[in-house]
């Protein structure tokens, strides 16, 4: 399973076991999280691309 595949398994023991299962130089980037105050989020990612 490639971590890409994370979107695809029905919780996090299968996500973690996912990325468990691949070198670290080898995870795919396949998603990104940013936490903090809306307002600040906001500004941080004002006009980018989201992918559907």
């Known amino acids: 399973m490639s971590t890409a595949e994370l979107f695809g398994t029905p919780g996090d023991v299968q996500n973690q ?9 080898d995870l795919d980037l396949v998603g990104l999280a940013v ?5 600040a989020v906001d ?10």
């Open 35 to 39: 936490h903090g105050p809306k307002n």
């Open 43 to 52: 500004k941080v990612v004002k006009g980018a691309r989201m992918h559907p």
């Open 17 to 25: 076991a996912a990325v468990r299962a691949v070198a670290g130089a």
